[in-house]
Nanobody, 123 residues
Framework: QVQLVESGGGLVQAGGSLRLSCAASGRTFSSYATGWFRQAPGKEREFVAAIRWSSGSTYVADSVKGRFTISRDNAKNTVYLQMNSLKPDDTAVYYC????????????????WGQGTQVTVSS
């Protein structure tokens, strides 16, 4: 059974940092893309960043480019989202997702999803 378990969310002041983790289990993800989405109250789910397990190539949304970094630890089967210079607009539930297809993942149609972790940025 495939599981994606997010952790690392919390409450932080504007300008602060958080690192989210997504621990993957249940299969080999070497041929997969894994990424992060977020959904704020009353808004649609938004793509944040993605990474290919095999090559380490990363893709980051323009809205967070320069502030957020995605990385992975193959040995731990874990993907990270380092979030710096956080703004109140970054407040959302952050979801981890994984799919064999990067393009399918980026449009939000990933095969696997985590339960989400809340990130709240206070002004």
């Amino acid at each position: 059974q495939v599981q994606l378990v997010e952790s690392g969310g919390g409450l932080v002041q504007a300008g602060g940092s958080l690192r989210l983790s997504c621990a993957a289990s249940g299969r080999t993800f070497s041929s997969y893309a894994t990424g992060w989405f977020r959904q704020a109250p009353g808004k649609e789910r938004e793509f944040v960043a993605a990474i290919r397990w095999s090559s380490g190539s990363t893709y980051v949304a323009d809205s967070v480019k320069g502030r957020f970094t995605i990385s992975r630890d193959n040995a731990k089967n874990t993907v990270y989202l380092q979030m710096n210079s956080l703004k109140p607009d970054d407040t959302a539930v952050y979801y981890c997702a994984a799919d064999p297809s990067l393009s399918r993942l980026q449009i939000g149609s990933a095969r696997y999803w985590g339960q989400g972790t809340q990130v709240t940025v206070s002004s």
